[in-house]
Nanobody, 120 residues
Framework: VQLVESGGGLVQPGGSLRLSCAAS????????MAWYRQAPGKQRDMVAR???????NYADSVKGRFTISRDNTKNMLFLQMNSLKPEDTAVYYC???????????????WGQGTQVTVSS
């Protein structure tokens, strides 16, 4: 199983970006998925999380600006980021709890990360 993020980049303050995460491999089903971020010298923190049924929760710092969504038919996860601030600068990671056909158990997987830089 692999999770691959895309969509990061450089954006000015107040701008928008949309991150995508594609899950592939021997996937039976995917439970909760989430976006985390890690700024230099800081710990990795959860940004937003979405259950398989679509229930969401967000870090206080991004509420009202970020929207997490998923497409269960395509094993995709998204993060729409609006009104970006310099403090949103970080490497963003996709996370998913995946049941694969091989083990039959739920395991946690991470993507490799995508850089988001908010700067003028």
């Amino acid at each position: 199983v692999q999770l691959v993020e895309s969509g990061g980049g450089l954006v000015q303050p107040g701008g928008s970006l949309r991150l995508s995460c594609a899950a592939s491999g021997s996937i039976h089903s995917i439970g909760p998925m989430a976006w985390y971020r890690q700024a230099p010298g800081k710990q990795r923190d959860m940004v937003a999380r979405v259950t398989k049924k679509g229930f969401t929760n967000y870090a206080d710092s991004v509420k009202g600006r970020f929207t997490i969504s998923r497409d269960n038919t395509k094993n995709m996860l998204f993060l729409q980021m609006n009104s970006l601030k310099p403090e949103d600068t970080a490497v963003y990671y996709c996370n998913g709890e995946v049941i694969d056909y091989g083990s039959g158990f739920e395991n946690e997987y991470w993507g490799q990360g995508t850089q988001v830089t908010v700067s003028s």
